[in-house]
């Protein structure tokens, strides 16, 4: 069964500066990963996936991640925060034989001014 | 493309009652829906999952009689949750995927419906 762990509950930046969500997976064959976006009383937006072709996943809004097979690791980052970035963020896993998306705890992101 | 909708958006109930929750893929067709529960703050919790045609499979622990799942066509699915309780409030999510095979797809979520029971 795969589970995910995100690091941090909650993640607080100022404007400008570097973010860097932490997420990491556990899997019994080769995964999907995925990180989805919501903001409030939004639904789910995906930012980005991995799907075993380039471990550096570029997404929208100018997030990537990448996806690092030693460490179990797939870490989201956005090297420039927005106001607009202030939101939830979820780490999620399936396995390639499983389609069932298995979400992480979720990890709070605000932006300060 | 690959819009999902929910109605209602929420919705208050008294206690007792049931309420039923629909889902809608607008531009693609859904062979397999999904659905979700999320308690405030936390994460989403998978219930169900429902292929067109055939009755839903439910998670571990999920209440198969509780919460009543449709989905009778490639567009539509329903979760009905009968004989609401105020413990069943909570944030429900949809999602759909149009993988007939079973076959990990990319989902698509619904924006949600708050369920208040009082």
């Known amino acids: 069964a795969q589970s995910v762990t995100q690091l941090d509950s909650h993640v607080s930046v100022s404007e400008g500066t570097p973010v860097l969500l932490r997420c990491n997976y556990s899997?019994?064959?080769?995964?999907?990963l995925f990180w989805y976006v919501q903001h409030p009383n939004k639904g789910l937006q995906l930012l980005l996936k991995y799907t075993s072709a380039a471990t550096l996943v570029k997404g929208i809004n100018g997030f990537e991640a990448e996806f690092k097979k030693s460490e179990t690791s797939f870490h989201l980052t956005k090297p420039s925060a927005h106001m607009s970035d202030a939101a939830e963020y979820f780490c999620v896993v399936s396995d390639i034989d499983d389609y069932k998306l298995s979400f992480g705890a979720g990890t709070t992101v605000t932006v300060r001014a | 493309g690959a819009v999902v909708s929910q109605h209602p958006s929420w919705v208050i109930c008294k206690s007792g009652t049931s309420v039923k929750i629909e889902c809608r893929s607008l531009d693609f067709q859904a062979t397999t829906m999904f659905w979700y529960r999320q308690f405030p703050k936390q994460s989403l919790m998978l219930m169900a999952t429902?292929?067109?045609?055939?009755?839903?499979?439910?998670e571990q622990g999920v209440e198969k009689d509780k919460f009543l799942i449709n989905h009778a066509s490639l567009t539509l699915s329903t979760l009905t949750v009968t004989s609401a309780h105020p413990e069943d409030s909570s944030f429900y999510i949809c999602?759909?995927?149009?993988?007939?095979?079973?076959?990990?797809?990319?989902?698509?979520f619904g924006p949600g419906t708050r369920l208040t029971v009082t």
């Open positions: 999602s759909a995927s149009s993988s007939g095979t079973g076959v990990y797809d990319e989902q698509y």
């Open positions: 899997s019994s064959y080769s995964p999907s």
């Open positions: 429902s292929n067109e045609g055939s009755k839903a499979t439910y």
